[in-house]
């Protein structure tokens, strides 16, 4: 593994530790997440293809290959967005290794983000823009397809997971 994709990783773990939920919310908060779980519903995919549109944007204008997206790469970012809504936590995908099994490549790599401002495609993509680890990721010249992954729960909480992979 490459030393930019170590370090890529790791400030992305240690960026999901600082904004991941309490790891002990109050009663209150846990009925309402509850709540919010059970409406969790999956956000259009017109929003997704726009979150790809906004990394290829940003990549291009660095002289980078826009990225595709993949059918198999995406179920795997359908399915952690929607976990993370369903159980309101923010966690990168234990299992992203099985994007190797499933759909072959060399390399993956994955970005999520939680909140209620992450409405607009825009304002998700800039945020991870501005995060040196998420920026590094979104970056990564050997990326060449991903997944986009959306949902909102029943709180109006935004829940999106892009995850990459290199042939």
Known sequence: ??????????????????TAAPATPLPAAQAQSATAAQ?????SRTYEAAVLRQI???RTARGLRALRMSSCVDRFAESRSRRMAVNDEMVHYPGL?????????????????RGRSFAQASIVVRAWMRS????????????????????????????????FRAP
């Open 1 to 18: 593994m490459s030393t930019l994709l170590r370090s890529a990783l790791a400030g992305l773990m240690a960026s999901a530790a600082l």
């Open 39 to 43: 409406s969790a519903t999956a956000m």
């Open 56 to 58: 290829n944007a940003r």
């Open 97 to 113: 290794r099985r994007v190797f099994g499933s759909c072959g490549g060399s390399t993956v790599g994955e970005v999520i983000a």
């Open 132 to 163: 040196p680890s998420h920026h590094d990721v979104l970056l990564l010249p050997r990326f060449r397809s991903a997944g986009v992954g959306a949902w909102r729960d029943g709180d109006g909480t935004v829940f999106v997971s892009v995850v």
